[in-house]
């Protein structure tokens, strides 16, 4: 059986947790985030005829990510980018993330996901930032958590990038 | 050198010689003792032996170093499962003879162990403390496996975690049999971000980290390895060695799979075979069960109850078939009825009617073999209709003298034997008082008087004076004892209820007319009927009849015979009620 273990990242009250609340197996509650500064939950996937079973750490997001302890991020194979697409200083701190996470454990798949894509009348980042974003390489998926657009895809996403390094 | 050499040949044979012997002077020892070395590696043969000597040294010496072992097991594992595959008859030949001993010996150890299971079974259905526990489960709602854990166990290990270092990915992961276990993936994965969290939050040394996690009677202790850790969840405390054990179980882990385990990227499949090390961790004691010299008293004391439970069994079966008894024996009684009779914690109660003439209800108790304690007894008097009863009231009431019993059949009160006349008299005043008693018959005490006073009546003769109907001098006398005797009868028939008949009939000699004899006979035996009346009373009838000279006492002629036939005489008959002549 293959486990792997990703991480979400993203600045404070992007909607990371409520994003994967509806699609990951839970055992733990929220409380965990605020006071551990990470909750870990379980997704199964299936790629390519592939069982894969997906160890979550939902880390506290702070807008600061400085703070946040890289040890948290150790062993991860992939990790899911949040960006609140109606806060533009969200896409900076993901950045930070993203440099930070690339410093500590190496260059390993990541997505980006727009939050928030039904709130789309209200986002801040246009698409030129997009095209920038996706001229560096970097995928992106819009997500809302309202509607679980794009999750699955998401994860699917991540999971494959993921398999194809292996 | 080779360049010198060169170049120093070239200056002459000599010189080279010299060189020659001066380098075997000075190496030459070394070049022998590598050349030897030489030979040696290159005989396989000879390396062989050595091998054949230092390697049964090597196997005693090392035997017991685990990591020898480890190393050791799994080309011999191979190794055997190649033979068993190629050929199983040479090893199957070879475990042969082991097998049957093996094979009873598990037998046995399974069959002990259900015995032992099945007795801790009993004991903790049957004991007071597993009552007790029982108790404890329905008022803390738990289950009551989870009390008799709680109560009898000293630690367990309930699961051991094998976990990833850096990703605390789960590796691998073993349970005891009935341990609540949650969804491991992600409690490995929560237990490594505490372990990273209290290590980052407290800046402790790179070196150093979390080795126990406490709550309640449950800690987690976490044994670190260079790339893997494991965690063990015990409930209870458990010793310090099984620290020991928990390093054991790392090293063994890292020995065995440690190329794995440095290059995990997330398949776990190759470490399947940890989880028979981690199995080996589960350990669990018990409370050693300080019952065992308590269980002996308790079947004592168990023992006791029986005995004792049999024997007040016995004694109170005994009881009943007494109560029985003497139940039975008071309803064959006369004069007692019983209306209830109930079996009580310790004793009886009984209540009836009894009439004060009947038997006294505690004399039957002795006979019964009933304690007269264990009986409370309400007895409600009664007059009883049974003819003895009867005749027993009678007799207290009339007291009869002696010689004289009473008996009463269909309420008619009897008497037998003899009794004064006065007595019968009252006796028959007072019956009728008498409960039970509806007639009197007093013939029976009578019968000595009316044979008596019949006797002085029947066949008496009176003597007439010729051609009169008056009586001869000196009759006077018999009539007057006839008289009496008659009187006697009358009061018999009075008391006793009789009717009595006397006949009267005269007679005449043979002299004379016959016509004149009748009316001369008739006028005797009315004579005599009028003498008597007075006598007769309303009991005793009184027929008079004259027969003329018809029926002579003697046919003479001769004086003294005539004054013979002139007579009356008197017969009694009795006519009605009871004669009792016979009794």
Known sequence: MIQKKICMLGGFAVGKTSLVARYVTSLFSEKYLTTVGVKIDKKQVAVDGRDVTLMLWDIYGQDDFQDVQTSQLRGMSGYLLVVDGTRRATLETARQVQAKAAAAVGEVPFILLLNKSDLSAQWEIDEPAFFKLAEQGWHVIRTSAKTGEGVEEAFMALTRAMLVRA | ?583
């Open chain 2, 1 to 583: 050198m080779v360049d010198e050499g060169e170049r120093a040949a070239g200056r002459g044979p000599d010189r080279r010689d010299d060189l020659s012997s001066l380098r075997a002077l000075i190496v030459g020892p070394e070049q022998r003792s590598l050349a030897a070395i030489q030979s040696r590696l290159d005989d396989k043969a000879g390396r062989a032996e050595d091998l054949a000597e230092v390697l049964p040294r090597v196997l005693l010496q090392h035997a017991q170093d685990a990591h020898f072992t480890a190393a050791l097991t799994p080309p011999i594992e191979k190794a055997i499962t190649t033979s068993v595959q190629r050929n199983p008859k040479p090893l199957a030949d070879a475990l042969f003879p082991v097998m049957g001993p093996a094979i009873r010996k598990a037998v046995a150890a399974g069959l002990a162990s259900m015995v032992d299971s099945l007795n801790r079974t009993l004991e903790q259905a049957v004991s007071w403390r597993s009552l007790r526990w029982r108790v404890e489960a329905l008022r803390t709602g738990k289950s009551f496996g989870e009390i008799v854990l709680a109560k009898t166990l000293l630690y367990r290990v309930e699961q051991v975690f094998l976990i990833d270092r850096r990703s605390g990915l789960l590796l691998q992961h073993a349970w005891a049999e009935d341990a609540v276990v949650e969804d491991a993936d992600m409690v490995s994965g929560m237990l490594t971000a505490i372990k990273d969290f209290v290590q980052d939050s407290f800046k402790v040394a790179s070196t150093d980290s979390l080795e126990a996690l406490k709550v309640g009677d449950l800690s987690v202790w976490i044994e670190p390895g260079p790339y893997a850790i494991v965690a063990a969840v015990i409930r209870g405390s458990a010793p310090s060695g099984l620290r020991g054990r928990l390093q054991e179980a790392v090293e063994m882990i890292h020995l065995q799979f440690g190329g794995v385990l440095e290059t995990f990227d997330g398949d776990t499949s190759p470490l399947a075979d940890a989880k028979n090390t981690l199995e080996s961790c589960l350990h669990a004691e018990f409370r050693a069960d300080e019952r065992k010299p308590r269980t002996r008293s308790t079947w004592i004391i168990a023992s006791v109850v029986v005995v004792a439970l049999l024997i007040w069994g016995g004694l109170r079966w005994r009881d009943s078939r007494h109560w029985a008894a003497y139940l039975d024996a008071l309803r064959a009684e006369p004069g007692i009825v019983v209306l209830s009779a109930d079996r009580h914690w310790r004793g009886f109660a009984i209540s009836g009617l009894r009439d004060p003439l009947a038997r006294d209800p505690q004399s039957l108790l002795a006979a019964a073999g009933v304690l007269a304690g264990d009986v409370r007894a309400a007895w409600t008097p009664y007059y009883a209709l049974e003819p003895g009863l009867i005749a027993a009231r009678a007799t207290t009431v009339l007291r009869p003298p002696t010689g004289v019993s009473l008996s009463v059949r269909d309420g008619v009160l009897s008497l037998d034997g003899n009794a004064s006349m006065a007595w019968v008299t009252e006796a028959k005043r007072l019956a009728p008082f008498v409960a039970g008693v509806v007639s009197f018959d007093a013939a029976g005490a009578l019968a000595g008087h009316a044979r008596e006073a019949m006797t002085g009546v029947q066949n008496q003769t009176l003597l007439f004076t010729r051609g009169e109907a008056s009586l001869v001098p000196g009759q006077e006398t018999a009539l007057a004892q006839l008289t009496t005797h008659v009187a006697q009868l009358a009061q018999i028939a009075g008391v006793a209820d009789q009717r009595y008949r006397i006949d009267i009939v005269g007679h005449t000699d043979a002299d004379g007319a016959e016509e004149s004899n009748l009316s001369l006979s008739q006028a005797r035996a009315d004579a005599i009927k009028t003498a008597l009346t007075p006598a007769a009373g309303a009991g005793v009838e009184l027929a008079a009849l004259g027969e003329g000279s018809r029926q002579p006492v003697v046919v003479s002629d001769n004086e003294r015979d005539k004054q013979r036939n002139r007579r009356v005489a008197i017969t009694v008959t009795l006519i009605a009620g009871t004669g009792n002549q016979g009794r």
